[in-house]
Structures are given as structure tokens and as C-alpha cells.
């Protein structure tokens, strides 16, 4: 029997039992319909042990923010370099393949953090909007969350979101993300048409980076 700790959630408009294991710390997540009796849920896990031993193996040891580490930032692995000042404020800035922390506090994780997700909106929002007016469609927002199963998502209102650790990615990576999201404001499924038209949004290589974020995706878990 698969005696994994795993956080359960019941979902009421859930079909089937699905399962993901988080590349952060290899933990489980497991959604279930309602009214699932525990002997099904326990099979169902029985059944896809192999699976959930390949991937916990998978899940990778987290990287620690300190001076010296190394972060990718635009597909290019940065050293981080802390220097010590006394103003109130951090200050970061990227200069020959470093990230520069100057800084008062002892432990700058936070502030590097949002100093990212800066950069991931300042290069996410308007390749999103270029591309929905190439094809006559409107955003209604544009959100940035950290998220473990998905890079980005669109929906019906025409809200888009990424995940703001496409700033880590080589800029192509990031591009066919937004094409792909923002194909979705004209075709709402994954047909020949929104297929072509996604391929046509990217500038790049789209299979490419499909198989990049397939195969490589779950390293930039290990960050923050």
C-alpha cells in the first residue's frame, strides 16, 4: 500500500481522481470527486506507485539564495553577489552574468524574489498584449502567480496568468508561453486552429520550447 504523505483536496465538480506531485518537495496532491470511498482512492494510488516513485526521484533539492549562488535569469545562469550598504533600501542589478544585491539585511531572498517577478511582468505584459492585438482579440488582466502545474492559463473573462518563473527561462521559452496563452483568447481548446495559430504567435521554436518546459521545466522549482 502507498503510504506517501499527501495533501488531499475534494473538488465537487472534479470527474475523476488526478494526481500531481509537486517538483518544489515531492509532495503529493491529490483531487478527488466527492463521495470517493477510500478504498477506490487507495487502488488508485496502489496503481500509480511506479509513477509516483519516478517522479519524486524527479524533484529536485532546492537551491538556496546566498552570495555566490547560481540563478538563471533569461535562460543565462547569473552568480549572486551580495554587497553590503547601509541604506534602507536593496538595490539590484545584473551586470556581466551577476546578479548585484546591495543591501542592509542579512537575508535578501524576499526582496531578490520580487525584484523578479518585476522583471517577469516587465517582459511578460507586452508580448501578451503585441500578440492579442496581432490577432484582434482584448486582455482583460494579466496575473503572475507561482505556479507548480502550469505555466500559464486563459480564461473565459480573457484574464491571462503565468507563472512569474518564466523569467528564468531563455526569452523563446517565455514567448511561445504567452503565444500559447494568448491563442486560447481566440480558440478556448486545443484544436488544429489554435495549434496554428499558436505556432504562428511564436517566434521562436514552439516545439522546442514545449519539450524544454517538459523535460527541464521542474529545475526552476528549486529557487525561492
Known amino acids: ?47 500509480n506507485a511506479d ?34 550598504h547601509s541604506k534602507r533600501t536593496t538595490d539590484i542589478t545584473v551586470s556581466n552574468y551577476q546578479l548585484i544585491i546591495k543591501t542592509s539585511r542579512d537575508d535578501p531572498t524576499s526582496n531578490l524574489k520580487r525584484w523578479m517577478i518585476d522583471q517577469a511582468r516587465q517582459a511578460i505584459e507586452p508580448l501578451a498584449y503585441d ?16 505556479t507548480s502545474s502550469r505555466w500559464g492559463s486563459c480564461s473565459t473573462d480573457k484574464r491571462l496568468m503565468f507563472s512569474w518563473r518564466l523569467i528564468m527561462c ?3 521559452i517565455l514567448d511561445y508561453v504567452v503565444a500559447h496563452e494568448v491563442a486560447h483568447l481566440k480558440h478556448m481548446d486545443h484544436s488544429n486552429k489554435f495549434w496554428d495559430l499558436c505556432y504562428t504567435l511564436t517566434n521562436g521554436d514552439a516545439d522546442h520550447a514545449r519539450q524544454w518546459l517538459k523535460e527541464n521545466g521542474n529545475t526552476l522549482m528549486r529557487y525561492f
Open 131 to 146: 500578440k492579442s492585438k496581432r490577432i484582434g482579440k482584448t486582455i482583460s488582466k494579466i496575473d503572475l502567480r507561482d
Open 1 to 47: 500500500m502507498v503510504t506517501y504523505p499527501i495533501s488531499k483536496k475534494v473538488n465537487p465538480r472534479a470527474k475523476r481522481l488526478s494526481l500531481r506531485v509537486d517538483q518544489r518537495d515531492g509532495s503529493l496532491k491529490l483531487t478527488v470527486p466527492r463521495w470517493t470511498p477510500q478504498w477506490q482512492i487507495d487502488r488508485f494510488l496502489n496503481k
Open 170 to 172: 531563455n526569452p523563446d
Open 51 to 84: 509513477w509516483i516513485a519516478q517522479r519524486q526521484s524527479n524533484a529536485l533539492s532546492p537551491i538556496t539564495i546566498e552570495h555566490g549562488a547560481i540563478i538563471p535569469f533569461h535562460g543565462v545562469d547569473h552568480q549572486i553577489a551580495f554587497e553590503k
